[in-house]
Protein backbone atom coordinates (compact mmCIF):
# COMPACT_ATOMS: atom_id res chain seq x y z
CA UNK A 1 0.00 0.00 0.00
CA UNK A 2 2.52 2.63 0.88
CA UNK A 3 4.44 1.63 -2.49
CA UNK A 4 1.16 2.15 -4.86
CA UNK A 5 0.29 5.26 -2.77
CA UNK A 6 2.48 6.46 0.11
CA UNK A 7 0.19 9.62 0.50
CA UNK A 8 -2.37 7.90 2.57
CA UNK A 9 0.75 7.17 5.53
CA UNK A 10 1.08 10.60 5.54
CA UNK A 11 -2.35 11.40 5.80
CA UNK A 12 -2.45 8.74 8.84
CA UNK A 13 1.07 10.77 10.64
CA UNK A 14 -0.67 13.84 10.66
CA UNK A 15 -3.90 13.01 11.98
CA UNK A 16 -2.02 10.54 14.74
CA UNK A 17 0.23 13.67 15.44
CA UNK A 18 -2.75 15.97 16.13
CA UNK A 19 -4.71 13.65 18.41
CA UNK A 20 -4.62 15.03 21.50
CA UNK A 21 -5.45 11.93 24.25
CA UNK A 22 -6.62 8.87 21.61
CA UNK A 23 -6.58 9.07 17.87
CA UNK A 24 -9.95 6.86 17.22
CA UNK A 25 -10.99 6.13 13.64
CA UNK A 26 -10.31 7.63 10.78
CA UNK A 27 -11.05 6.78 7.01
CA UNK A 28 -8.39 7.33 4.32
CA UNK A 29 -8.63 6.55 0.78
CA UNK A 30 -6.05 4.64 -0.58
CA UNK A 31 -5.29 4.50 -4.42
CA UNK A 32 -4.57 0.76 -5.67
CA UNK A 33 -4.43 -0.61 -8.54
CA UNK A 34 -8.06 -2.13 -8.80
CA UNK A 35 -8.65 2.05 -7.93
CA UNK A 36 -9.80 3.45 -4.76
CA UNK A 37 -9.76 1.73 -1.91
CA UNK A 38 -11.48 2.71 1.38
CA UNK A 39 -9.36 1.82 4.67
CA UNK A 40 -11.28 2.65 8.09
CA UNK A 41 -8.22 2.90 10.58
CA UNK A 42 -8.36 2.49 14.39
CA UNK A 43 -5.57 3.68 16.22
CA UNK A 44 -4.67 2.78 19.54
CA UNK A 45 -1.75 4.46 21.86
CA UNK A 46 1.36 2.84 23.11
CA UNK A 47 3.78 3.66 26.45
CA UNK A 48 6.20 4.11 24.14
CA UNK A 49 4.75 7.19 22.35
CA UNK A 50 4.09 5.03 19.43
CA UNK A 51 0.45 3.88 18.25
CA UNK A 52 -0.89 0.91 17.19
CA UNK A 53 -3.19 0.87 13.93
CA UNK A 54 -5.81 -1.56 12.67
CA UNK A 55 -7.09 -1.29 9.26
CA UNK A 56 -10.29 -2.44 8.29
CA UNK A 57 -11.92 -2.21 4.22
CA UNK A 58 -14.40 -0.13 4.31
CA UNK A 59 -14.97 0.09 0.43
CA UNK A 60 -17.97 -1.94 -0.48
CA UNK A 61 -19.41 -0.60 2.95
CA UNK A 62 -19.40 2.87 1.63
CA UNK A 63 -20.82 2.09 -1.74
CA UNK A 64 -23.52 0.22 -0.53
CA UNK A 65 -24.58 3.34 1.57
CA UNK A 66 -23.98 6.52 -1.01
CA UNK A 67 -26.10 3.41 -3.70
CA UNK A 68 -28.68 3.82 -1.02
CA UNK A 69 -28.82 7.19 -0.69
CA UNK A 70 -28.88 7.68 -4.03
CA UNK A 71 -31.31 5.67 -4.44
CA UNK A 72 -33.63 7.39 -1.64
CA UNK A 73 -32.84 10.53 -3.12
CA UNK A 74 -33.71 9.62 -6.82
CA UNK A 75 -37.26 8.09 -5.96
CA UNK A 76 -38.02 10.74 -3.67
CA UNK A 77 -37.21 13.00 -6.77
CA UNK A 78 -39.79 10.65 -9.00
CA UNK A 79 -42.32 10.49 -6.37
CA UNK A 80 -42.51 14.31 -5.88
CA UNK A 81 -42.17 15.20 -9.17
CA UNK A 82 -44.70 12.62 -10.65
CA UNK A 83 -48.17 13.44 -11.30
CA UNK A 84 -48.97 10.36 -9.45
CA UNK A 85 -50.68 10.00 -6.13
CA UNK A 86 -48.48 8.42 -3.78
CA UNK A 87 -49.94 7.72 -0.04
CA UNK A 88 -49.53 5.85 3.11
CA UNK A 89 -52.61 5.17 6.08
CA UNK A 90 -51.40 4.40 9.23
CA UNK A 91 -53.68 1.62 11.44
CA UNK A 92 -56.48 4.14 11.90
CA UNK A 93 -57.08 4.14 8.16
CA UNK A 94 -56.14 8.21 8.24
CA UNK A 95 -53.66 9.25 5.71
CA UNK A 96 -49.45 9.51 7.34
CA UNK A 97 -48.30 10.75 4.40
CA UNK A 98 -48.91 12.04 0.74
CA UNK A 99 -47.40 13.46 -1.60
CA UNK A 100 -46.27 16.44 -1.41
CA UNK A 101 -48.13 18.09 -4.24
CA UNK A 102 -50.91 16.71 -2.72
CA UNK A 103 -53.94 15.52 -4.56
CA UNK A 104 -57.34 16.33 -6.36
CA UNK A 105 -57.26 20.04 -5.29
CA UNK A 106 -56.04 18.98 -1.59
CA UNK A 107 -52.65 20.41 -0.38
CA UNK A 108 -50.60 17.94 1.36
CA UNK A 109 -51.37 19.16 4.93
CA UNK A 110 -55.31 18.92 4.30
CA UNK A 111 -55.01 15.69 3.75
CA UNK A 112 -52.85 14.63 6.38
CA UNK A 113 -54.87 12.87 9.05
CA UNK A 114 -58.05 12.19 7.25
CA UNK A 115 -60.36 9.63 6.90
CA UNK A 116 -60.24 8.86 2.50
CA UNK A 117 -63.34 8.11 3.08
CA UNK A 118 -64.57 11.52 3.51
CA UNK A 119 -63.54 11.61 -0.22
CA UNK A 120 -65.44 8.72 -1.44
CA UNK A 121 -68.67 9.95 -3.42
CA UNK A 122 -71.88 9.03 -1.93
CA UNK A 123 -72.21 5.87 -4.16
CA UNK A 124 -68.52 4.33 -3.17
CA UNK A 125 -69.48 5.20 0.47
CA UNK A 126 -69.78 1.80 1.40
CA UNK A 127 -67.18 -0.37 -1.48
CA UNK A 128 -64.21 -1.41 -0.21
CA UNK A 129 -61.05 1.31 -0.68
CA UNK A 130 -57.31 0.27 -1.42
CA UNK A 131 -57.01 2.67 1.56
CA UNK A 132 -57.73 0.38 3.83
CA UNK A 133 -57.22 -2.42 1.97
CA UNK A 134 -55.95 -5.65 3.90
CA UNK A 135 -54.98 -7.25 0.75
CA UNK A 136 -52.90 -6.17 -2.59
CA UNK A 137 -54.73 -3.89 -4.98
CA UNK A 138 -53.66 -3.99 -8.31
CA UNK A 139 -54.98 -1.62 -11.01
CA UNK A 140 -58.58 -1.06 -9.08
CA UNK A 141 -60.52 2.02 -10.33
CA UNK A 142 -62.29 4.31 -7.62
CA UNK A 143 -64.01 7.41 -7.65
CA UNK A 144 -63.42 10.37 -5.49
CA UNK A 145 -64.43 14.11 -4.94
CA UNK A 146 -62.02 16.94 -5.94
CA UNK A 147 -61.21 19.87 -3.21
CA UNK A 148 -64.54 21.41 -5.60
CA UNK A 149 -66.48 18.94 -4.93
CA UNK A 150 -66.28 17.04 -8.92
CA UNK A 151 -66.28 13.65 -9.15
CA UNK A 152 -62.85 12.50 -10.04
CA UNK A 153 -61.75 8.89 -11.54
CA UNK A 154 -58.27 7.49 -10.00
CA UNK A 155 -56.70 4.08 -10.89
CA UNK A 156 -54.93 2.70 -7.46
CA UNK A 157 -52.69 0.07 -6.70
CA UNK A 158 -51.83 -0.40 -2.98
CA UNK A 159 -50.07 -2.97 -0.57
CA UNK A 160 -50.96 -3.26 3.09
CA UNK A 161 -48.78 -3.05 6.11
CA UNK A 162 -48.01 -5.75 8.52
CA UNK A 163 -45.95 -6.28 11.70
CA UNK A 164 -43.97 -9.63 12.10
CA UNK A 165 -46.81 -10.55 14.52
CA UNK A 166 -49.23 -10.14 11.31
CA UNK A 167 -51.05 -6.95 13.04
CA UNK A 168 -52.13 -4.64 10.27
CA UNK A 169 -50.12 -1.37 10.31
CA UNK A 170 -52.10 -0.10 7.51
CA UNK A 171 -51.86 0.08 3.89
CA UNK A 172 -48.90 2.02 1.64
CA UNK A 173 -49.67 2.78 -2.56
CA UNK A 174 -50.64 5.41 -5.47
CA UNK A 175 -53.04 6.96 -7.34
CA UNK A 176 -53.49 8.45 -10.76
CA UNK A 177 -56.24 10.27 -12.12
CA UNK A 178 -57.79 8.90 -15.28
CA UNK A 179 -61.27 10.93 -15.44
CA UNK A 180 -60.11 12.70 -18.46
CA UNK A 181 -59.03 9.27 -20.25
CA UNK A 182 -62.39 7.99 -18.81
CA UNK A 183 -64.14 10.66 -20.08
CA UNK A 184 -63.04 10.47 -23.61
CA UNK A 185 -63.65 6.69 -23.26
CA UNK A 186 -67.11 7.40 -22.74
CA UNK A 187 -67.84 10.20 -25.22
CA UNK A 188 -65.85 7.75 -27.91
CA UNK A 189 -68.13 4.81 -26.85
CA UNK A 190 -71.18 7.17 -27.14
CA UNK A 191 -70.47 8.29 -30.54
CA UNK A 192 -69.77 4.66 -31.34
CA UNK A 193 -73.24 3.67 -30.79
CA UNK A 194 -74.49 6.68 -32.00
CA UNK A 195 -73.23 5.91 -35.38
CA UNK A 196 -74.14 1.87 -35.27
CA UNK A 197 -77.47 3.34 -34.17
CA UNK A 198 -77.43 5.79 -37.05
CA UNK A 199 -76.54 3.54 -39.56
CA UNK A 200 -78.94 0.62 -38.33
CA UNK A 201 -81.56 3.26 -39.17
CA UNK A 202 -79.99 4.24 -42.82
CA UNK A 203 -80.25 0.63 -43.61
CA UNK A 204 -83.18 0.57 -43.00
CA UNK A 205 -84.34 3.50 -44.70
CA UNK A 206 -82.04 2.10 -47.47
CA UNK A 207 -83.11 -1.72 -48.15
CA UNK A 208 -86.46 -0.67 -48.62
CA UNK A 209 -87.77 0.51 -51.72
CA UNK A 210 -91.32 1.93 -50.68
CA UNK A 211 -90.28 5.18 -49.14
CA UNK A 212 -93.20 5.27 -46.86
CA UNK A 213 -92.47 1.65 -45.72
CA UNK A 214 -89.11 2.56 -44.93
CA UNK A 215 -90.71 5.77 -42.38
CA UNK A 216 -92.66 3.45 -41.17
CA UNK A 217 -89.52 1.48 -39.79
CA UNK A 218 -87.56 4.07 -39.37
CA UNK A 219 -90.38 5.61 -36.14
CA UNK A 220 -90.23 2.14 -35.07
CA UNK A 221 -86.23 2.18 -34.85
CA UNK A 222 -86.09 5.98 -33.51
CA UNK A 223 -88.25 5.40 -30.78
CA UNK A 224 -86.28 2.07 -29.73
CA UNK A 225 -82.83 3.69 -29.78
CA UNK A 226 -83.81 6.78 -27.98
CA UNK A 227 -86.09 4.73 -25.17
CA UNK A 228 -88.59 7.09 -26.13
CA UNK A 229 -92.26 5.51 -25.50
CA UNK A 230 -93.30 6.87 -29.14
CA UNK A 231 -91.93 8.78 -32.15
CA UNK A 232 -94.26 10.74 -34.96
CA UNK A 233 -92.59 11.45 -38.49
CA UNK A 234 -94.00 14.57 -40.30
CA UNK A 235 -94.05 16.01 -43.46
CA UNK A 236 -94.15 19.17 -44.90
CA UNK A 237 -96.03 19.95 -48.06
CA UNK A 238 -96.02 23.28 -49.85
CA UNK A 239 -99.00 25.50 -48.34
CA UNK A 240 -99.98 22.94 -45.92
CA UNK A 241 -99.34 21.86 -42.40
CA UNK A 242 -97.20 19.43 -41.50
CA UNK A 243 -99.07 15.82 -42.02
CA UNK A 244 -97.92 12.97 -40.03
CA UNK A 245 -96.28 10.34 -42.56
CA UNK A 246 -95.65 7.63 -39.98
CA UNK A 247 -95.64 6.32 -36.53
CA UNK A 248 -95.09 4.11 -33.93
CA UNK A 249 -95.66 3.59 -30.14
CA UNK A 250 -98.21 4.87 -27.68
CA UNK A 251 -100.64 7.98 -28.28
CA UNK A 252 -99.21 10.97 -27.37
CA UNK A 253 -101.68 13.67 -25.33
CA UNK A 254 -103.85 15.41 -27.02
CA UNK A 255 -102.44 19.25 -27.96
CA UNK A 256 -98.63 18.35 -26.73
CA UNK A 257 -97.72 17.26 -30.35
CA UNK A 258 -98.40 20.62 -31.73
CA UNK A 259 -97.00 22.51 -29.08
CA UNK A 260 -93.77 20.47 -29.52
CA UNK A 261 -93.56 21.22 -32.85
CA UNK A 262 -94.52 24.72 -32.88
CA UNK A 263 -91.18 26.36 -32.69
CA UNK A 264 -89.43 24.24 -35.18
CA UNK A 265 -92.49 25.81 -37.51
CA UNK A 266 -91.62 29.40 -36.00
CA UNK A 267 -88.07 29.20 -37.92
CA UNK A 268 -86.24 28.20 -34.55
CA UNK A 269 -87.47 31.13 -32.94
CA UNK A 270 -87.02 30.79 -28.70
CA UNK A 271 -90.03 29.34 -27.03
CA UNK A 272 -90.57 29.93 -23.20
CA UNK A 273 -90.50 26.40 -22.24
CA UNK A 274 -88.01 25.29 -24.44
CA UNK A 275 -84.95 23.86 -23.03
CA UNK A 276 -81.06 25.46 -24.58
CA UNK A 277 -80.62 22.89 -27.68
CA UNK A 278 -79.56 23.13 -31.49
CA UNK A 279 -81.13 25.55 -33.54
CA UNK A 280 -83.30 22.73 -35.52
CA UNK A 281 -83.70 20.47 -31.96
CA UNK A 282 -85.91 21.58 -29.29
CA UNK A 283 -86.34 19.79 -26.32
CA UNK A 284 -89.43 20.67 -24.29
CA UNK A 285 -91.40 19.62 -20.65
CA UNK A 286 -95.01 19.64 -20.63
CA UNK A 287 -96.89 18.44 -17.69
CA UNK A 288 -97.66 15.26 -18.79
CA UNK A 289 -94.50 14.36 -21.51
CA UNK A 290 -91.08 14.97 -22.17
CA UNK A 291 -90.79 15.71 -26.22
CA UNK A 292 -87.83 16.13 -28.66
CA UNK A 293 -88.72 17.50 -31.86
CA UNK A 294 -86.07 17.83 -35.03
CA UNK A 295 -86.90 19.55 -38.40
CA UNK A 296 -86.05 17.60 -41.70
CA UNK A 297 -84.47 19.34 -43.90
CA UNK A 298 -83.21 18.71 -47.62
CA UNK A 299 -81.10 21.15 -49.47
CA UNK A 300 -82.11 23.78 -46.94
CA UNK A 301 -85.16 23.33 -47.24
CA UNK A 302 -87.50 21.83 -44.59
CA UNK A 303 -89.41 18.79 -45.25
CA UNK A 304 -90.67 17.54 -41.98
CA UNK A 305 -90.00 16.70 -38.83
CA UNK A 306 -89.57 13.87 -36.16
CA UNK A 307 -90.67 13.79 -32.80
CA UNK A 308 -90.55 11.28 -30.38
CA UNK A 309 -91.69 11.82 -26.13
CA UNK A 310 -91.95 10.38 -22.81
CA UNK A 311 -93.89 10.03 -20.34
CA UNK A 312 -93.50 13.07 -17.19
CA UNK A 313 -91.68 10.52 -14.84
CA UNK A 314 -89.01 9.57 -17.77
CA UNK A 315 -85.23 11.06 -17.32
CA UNK A 316 -85.50 14.27 -19.56
CA UNK A 317 -83.43 14.66 -22.97
CA UNK A 318 -79.51 14.96 -22.95
CA UNK A 319 -77.44 15.95 -25.47
CA UNK A 320 -76.73 12.74 -26.45
CA UNK A 321 -80.38 12.49 -27.11
CA UNK A 322 -80.51 15.53 -28.90
CA UNK A 323 -77.79 14.42 -31.27
CA UNK A 324 -78.91 10.86 -32.26
CA UNK A 325 -82.29 12.74 -33.15
CA UNK A 326 -80.49 14.94 -35.32
CA UNK A 327 -78.43 12.36 -37.21
CA UNK A 328 -81.72 10.70 -37.48
CA UNK A 329 -83.79 13.75 -39.07
CA UNK A 330 -81.20 14.40 -41.11
CA UNK A 331 -81.25 10.91 -43.04
CA UNK A 332 -85.11 11.04 -43.09
CA UNK A 333 -84.95 14.49 -44.58
CA UNK A 334 -83.93 12.67 -47.64
CA UNK A 335 -86.28 9.64 -47.08
CA UNK A 336 -88.83 12.70 -47.18
CA UNK A 337 -87.22 13.67 -50.29
CA UNK A 338 -87.03 10.31 -51.72
CA UNK A 339 -90.37 9.74 -50.92
CA UNK A 340 -91.62 13.12 -52.63
CA UNK A 341 -89.69 12.53 -55.52
CA UNK A 342 -91.35 8.19 -55.75
CA UNK A 343 -95.55 9.98 -55.32
CA UNK A 344 -94.41 12.69 -58.23
CA UNK A 345 -92.85 9.58 -60.47
CA UNK A 346 -96.27 7.81 -59.33
CA UNK A 347 -98.14 11.21 -60.33
CA UNK A 348 -96.53 11.20 -63.85
CA UNK A 349 -97.34 7.14 -64.55
CA UNK A 350 -101.06 7.73 -63.18
CA UNK A 351 -102.12 11.13 -64.05
CA UNK A 352 -102.73 12.94 -67.39
CA UNK A 353 -99.92 15.39 -67.70
CA UNK A 354 -102.28 18.27 -68.93
CA UNK A 355 -105.51 17.98 -66.84
CA UNK A 356 -104.19 15.85 -63.79
CA UNK A 357 -106.92 13.28 -64.16
CA UNK A 358 -105.71 9.75 -64.35
CA UNK A 359 -104.84 8.67 -67.58
CA UNK A 360 -106.33 5.77 -69.37
CA UNK A 361 -104.03 2.77 -67.98
CA UNK A 362 -104.13 3.84 -64.03
CA UNK A 363 -108.15 4.78 -64.47
CA UNK A 364 -109.23 1.35 -66.06
CA UNK A 365 -106.75 -0.74 -63.44
CA UNK A 366 -108.68 1.69 -60.39
CA UNK A 367 -111.96 0.19 -61.92
CA UNK A 368 -111.30 -2.82 -62.19
CA UNK A 369 -110.15 -2.77 -59.01
CA UNK A 370 -113.49 -0.89 -57.84
CA UNK A 371 -116.00 -3.73 -59.65
CA UNK A 372 -113.75 -6.46 -57.85
CA UNK A 373 -115.15 -5.15 -53.88
CA UNK A 374 -118.03 -6.21 -52.96
CA UNK A 375 -120.86 -3.23 -53.41
CA UNK A 376 -124.55 -3.80 -52.21
CA UNK A 377 -125.72 -0.93 -54.30
CA UNK A 378 -125.79 0.60 -57.77
CA UNK A 379 -122.63 2.82 -58.87
CA UNK A 380 -122.46 4.59 -62.39
CA UNK A 381 -119.76 5.56 -65.06
CA UNK A 382 -119.87 8.70 -67.06
CA UNK A 383 -118.40 8.89 -70.48
CA UNK A 384 -118.58 12.28 -71.72
CA UNK A 385 -117.13 13.69 -75.19
CA UNK A 386 -116.35 17.65 -75.75
CA UNK A 387 -118.45 18.53 -78.57
CA UNK A 388 -117.03 21.18 -81.03
CA UNK A 389 -113.09 20.74 -79.66
CA UNK A 390 -111.52 20.00 -83.20
CA UNK A 391 -112.50 23.77 -84.62
CA UNK A 392 -111.07 25.53 -80.98
CA UNK A 393 -107.71 23.94 -82.05
CA UNK A 394 -108.08 24.34 -85.97
CA UNK A 395 -109.38 28.16 -85.42
CA UNK A 396 -107.11 29.12 -81.90
CA UNK A 397 -104.68 26.79 -82.19
CA UNK A 398 -103.65 24.23 -79.50
CA UNK A 399 -102.70 26.68 -77.01
CA UNK A 400 -105.81 27.59 -76.59
CA UNK A 401 -107.08 24.30 -77.03
CA UNK A 402 -104.26 22.88 -73.57
CA UNK A 403 -106.69 25.66 -71.82
CA UNK A 404 -109.98 24.06 -72.52
CA UNK A 405 -108.92 20.72 -71.60
CA UNK A 406 -107.21 21.93 -68.48
CA UNK A 407 -110.99 23.68 -67.37
CA UNK A 408 -112.87 20.19 -68.76
CA UNK A 409 -109.82 18.63 -66.02
CA UNK A 410 -110.81 21.08 -63.17
CA UNK A 411 -114.52 20.85 -63.96
CA UNK A 412 -114.56 16.83 -63.69
CA UNK A 413 -112.61 17.00 -60.36
CA UNK A 414 -114.55 19.49 -58.91
CA UNK A 415 -116.67 17.95 -56.11
CA UNK A 416 -115.53 14.27 -56.72
CA UNK A 417 -115.85 12.35 -53.39
CA UNK A 418 -113.03 9.58 -52.12
CA UNK A 419 -113.37 6.90 -54.44
CA UNK A 420 -114.49 8.37 -57.58
CA UNK A 421 -112.03 8.42 -60.57
CA UNK A 422 -112.04 11.35 -62.83
CA UNK A 423 -110.04 10.51 -65.94
CA UNK A 424 -108.85 11.41 -69.19
CA UNK A 425 -109.16 8.49 -72.11
CA UNK A 426 -107.19 10.71 -74.69
CA UNK A 427 -108.12 13.62 -77.03
CA UNK A 428 -110.91 15.04 -75.79
CA UNK A 429 -113.21 11.58 -74.16
CA UNK A 430 -113.25 12.14 -70.61
CA UNK A 431 -114.87 9.70 -68.29
CA UNK A 432 -116.17 9.88 -64.30
CA UNK A 433 -116.94 6.98 -62.33
CA UNK A 434 -119.31 7.45 -59.40
CA UNK A 435 -118.90 5.13 -56.58
CA UNK A 436 -122.07 3.90 -54.80
CA UNK A 437 -124.33 6.20 -56.88
CA UNK A 438 -127.84 5.32 -58.39
CA UNK A 439 -129.73 6.42 -61.56
CA UNK A 440 -131.01 9.80 -60.09
CA UNK A 441 -127.50 10.84 -58.72
CA UNK A 442 -125.81 9.91 -62.06
CA UNK A 443 -127.91 12.49 -63.56
CA UNK A 444 -127.76 15.33 -61.05
CA UNK A 445 -123.98 14.85 -61.50
CA UNK A 446 -124.68 14.74 -65.18
CA UNK A 447 -126.78 18.09 -65.18
CA UNK A 448 -123.88 20.01 -63.22
CA UNK A 449 -121.16 18.86 -65.91
CA UNK A 450 -123.53 20.09 -68.46
CA UNK A 451 -124.32 23.00 -66.54
CA UNK A 452 -120.23 24.11 -65.93
CA UNK A 453 -119.91 23.07 -69.49
CA UNK A 454 -121.84 27.09 -70.40
CA UNK A 455 -118.89 28.58 -68.17
CA UNK A 456 -116.59 27.89 -70.83
CA UNK A 457 -117.94 29.18 -73.92
CA UNK A 458 -116.24 31.93 -74.47
CA UNK A 459 -113.37 29.44 -75.54
CA UNK A 460 -115.22 28.30 -78.39
CA UNK A 461 -114.35 28.40 -81.62
CA UNK A 462 -117.67 31.05 -82.79
CA UNK A 463 -120.77 30.55 -81.77
CA UNK A 464 -122.50 28.50 -83.94
CA UNK A 465 -119.54 26.06 -82.72
CA UNK A 466 -120.20 26.34 -78.75
CA UNK A 467 -118.78 24.29 -76.76
CA UNK A 468 -120.61 21.45 -74.93
CA UNK A 469 -120.68 18.11 -74.04
CA UNK A 470 -122.23 14.81 -74.74
CA UNK A 471 -122.40 12.09 -71.68
CA UNK A 472 -123.17 8.56 -71.68
CA UNK A 473 -124.59 6.84 -68.44
CA UNK A 474 -124.36 3.43 -67.29
CA UNK A 475 -125.54 2.48 -64.04
CA UNK A 476 -123.97 -0.57 -62.86
CA UNK A 477 -125.64 -2.71 -60.56
CA UNK A 478 -123.03 -5.59 -58.30
CA UNK A 479 -123.90 -9.24 -58.78
CA UNK A 480 -124.39 -9.38 -62.47
CA UNK A 481 -121.18 -10.27 -63.91
CA UNK A 482 -120.31 -7.26 -65.77
CA UNK A 483 -116.74 -6.66 -67.01
CA UNK A 484 -115.28 -3.28 -67.40
CA UNK A 485 -115.41 -3.51 -71.12
CA UNK A 486 -119.16 -4.26 -71.27
CA UNK A 487 -119.60 -0.90 -69.15
CA UNK A 488 -117.61 0.90 -70.58
CA UNK A 489 -119.27 0.12 -73.81
CA UNK A 490 -122.69 0.53 -72.66
CA UNK A 491 -121.21 4.04 -71.61
CA UNK A 492 -119.31 4.68 -74.74
CA UNK A 493 -122.94 3.56 -76.52
CA UNK A 494 -124.92 5.93 -74.43
CA UNK A 495 -122.84 9.04 -75.51
CA UNK A 496 -122.88 8.41 -78.76
CA UNK A 497 -126.75 8.40 -78.39
CA UNK A 498 -126.61 11.87 -76.81
CA UNK A 499 -124.78 13.41 -79.84
CA UNK A 500 -127.29 12.17 -81.93
CA UNK A 501 -129.85 14.28 -80.18
CA UNK A 502 -127.90 17.24 -81.15
CA UNK A 503 -125.27 17.45 -78.73
CA UNK A 504 -125.23 18.84 -75.28
CA UNK A 505 -127.25 16.42 -73.82
CA UNK A 506 -126.97 13.06 -71.60
CA UNK A 507 -128.01 9.66 -72.22
CA UNK A 508 -129.20 6.88 -70.32
CA UNK A 509 -127.73 3.14 -71.50
CA UNK A 510 -129.91 0.35 -70.99
CA UNK A 511 -129.77 -1.66 -67.92
CA UNK A 512 -126.86 -4.55 -68.15
CA UNK A 513 -128.74 -7.69 -69.06
CA UNK A 514 -125.90 -10.01 -69.35
CA UNK A 515 -126.04 -10.42 -73.23
CA UNK A 516 -124.42 -8.58 -75.61
CA UNK A 517 -125.81 -4.79 -76.09
CA UNK A 518 -128.11 -5.61 -79.70
CA UNK A 519 -126.96 -2.96 -82.49
CA UNK A 520 -129.50 -0.10 -82.51
CA UNK A 521 -131.01 -0.38 -79.07
CA UNK A 522 -133.05 2.76 -77.96
CA UNK A 523 -131.32 4.47 -75.25
CA UNK A 524 -132.82 7.81 -73.47
CA UNK A 525 -131.75 10.70 -74.05
CA UNK A 526 -132.06 14.16 -72.11
CA UNK A 527 -130.78 17.70 -72.45
CA UNK A 528 -129.77 19.71 -69.30
CA UNK A 529 -132.57 21.92 -67.82
Aim: charged share 25%; aromatic share 6%; glycine share 10%.
Amino acid sequence: MVESDPRWLADVRSWLAGSSVAPGLRSVPVETVRGIMIVEWAGVPLPDGGALLLGRDDTLERQLRHTLTESRRRYKDLVEVSSDFAWETGPDGRFVFVTPKGALGYTAESLIGRDPRSLAIDEWGDLPLPFDSHRPVDQSELWLKTAEGTPACLVASALPLYDTDGTWLGARGVCREVTDQVLRSAELARVRNREKLLAHIVHTLRDRLDAAEALAVAAAETARALGADGCRIYRATDGAPLLLAAEFGGEIPAGVAEEALRPLLAGGQPDPRAEEGAESVVARRFDVAHTLAARTEYREGMTGAVLVWRGEDAEPWDEEDRTLLSGVADHIGIAHAHLAYQERLRRLSERDGLTGLFNRRTFFERLEEALSRPESGPSALLYVDLDNFKAVNDLHGHQQGDVVLKSIGTLLSTGVRPGDLPGRLGGDEFVLWLGRTDEERAKIVADRLLTGIAALRHLSASPDKPLGLSIGIAVHVPGHGESVQELTDRADAAMYDAKKHGKGHYALAPAHSGTPRPQGAETVAETAP
